[in-house]
């Protein structure tokens, strides 16, 4: 690795006791700098993992369980603080191998992305591996994550193993990213927002005996409204506070005419129900017009979104 990359990882430890000393062992030497946070763990996360005998640990102790999210933003403050050019994101449950950091660092030191993670899906024999509870919730998210974020080429996108450039760090508003386990979706939604550049890199999970905490059915509810939200905001910002494109016009008025259609349609369709009389040819087509057009006008904003996902200049462009 380049010695002059100062590169760190950060590690949220919560109920990990039993795992992250050995997470810690098996970080490579080149690694300058290794941050567990220990977010208020009732079994001393933090303790296990200085107990590994590495002088790289630093331990960051919460005082409140925050979530994951928020141990993270605990890690990537302080080693902006301490000045590191790249920082790697593992979980403390041994689940994410260390001998795939190289491939995960080496679009953002080839400068081709801010921003890497792993994807478990382009490993057939490691997809059967996977939990059935965690293929099935990843499956069911992917498409609204993909959706929301704008990052249309990535898939697994819950994938906690990531890396960051100090750019993208800075120019992140780290306050208002989530605290809970919705970090990693809101990190790519707001990654989006401000221009950075995304890349997959496959890695295969490895899965032990540990149980997940997250339950599928009641998270949910609670991921999808906050993807809405998010892809709302994403919206919001990149087709019509900072610019307005040919993508902002085709959402506006697929948006208007497929409304105004449904809507008006609706109307009529409700007074011939009451009245008994048939609604005109005339005003049968209006509604089926706006409503043709209206859906055109989307696929084209979702074409043009797909298109204009955030990358890297090729030489020549």
């Not at 995304?198 to 149980?211: C, K, L, T």
Request: glycine letters at 8%.
């Amino acid at each position: 690795m380049p010695e002059d990359n100062k590169i760190a990882v950060v590690i949220p430890a919560y109920r990990a006791a039993a795992q992250v000393a050995a997470v810690v062992r098996g970080v490579p030497a080149w690694i300058k700098r290794i941050y567990v946070i220990d977010d208020a763990c009732p079994e001393n996360s933090g303790d296990a993992a200085k107990a590994a005998g590495d002088p790289r640990v630093v331990v960051l102790r919460r005082q409140q369980n925050g979530g994951v999210g928020a141990a993270v933003k605990t890690g990537y403050r302080q080693a902006l603080a301490d000045g590191f050019d790249i920082v790697v994101k593992m979980d403390a449950d041994d689940q994410m191998d260390p001998a795939y950091l190289q491939a995960l660092l080496k679009p953002i030191l080839a400068d081709r992305a801010d921003y890497t993670k792993g994807n478990r899906f382009r490993d057939l024999k490691a997809l059967r591996q996977m939990p059935r509870v965690r293929l099935f919730g990843n499956s069911m998210l992917t498409f609204l994550v993909k959706a929301a974020s704008g990052y249309w080429q990535m898939m697994d996108p819950t994938n906690g193993y990531t890396a960051i450039n100090r750019d993208a760090l800075e120019r992140l508003e780290l306050d208002r990213v989530s605290d809970g386990y919705f970090f990693e979706s809101d990190m790519l939604i707001r990654l989006n927002i401000i221009g950075a550049v995304a890349e997959d890199v496959a890695i295969p999970a490895r899965y032990g005996d540990e149980q997940s905490s997250l339950h599928i059915p009641s998270i949910m509810p609670v991921f999808i409204y906050r993807l809405i939200r998010g892809m709302g905001k994403r919206i919001l910002f990149k087709y019509f506070l900072y610019d307005f494109s040919l993508g902002s016009f085709y959402l506006a008025a697929g948006t208007l005419l497929t409304a105004f259609g449904l809507i008006f349609g609706g109307i009529k369709w409700w007074e011939a129900a009451e009245t008994g009389v048939t609604s005109s040819m005339g005003t049968i087509m209006i509604a089926t017009l706006a409503i043709l057009l209206g859906v055109q006008f989307l696929v084209q904003a979702i074409n043009f979104d797909i298109q204009t996902s955030p990358k890297r200049p090729r030489d020549g462009d």
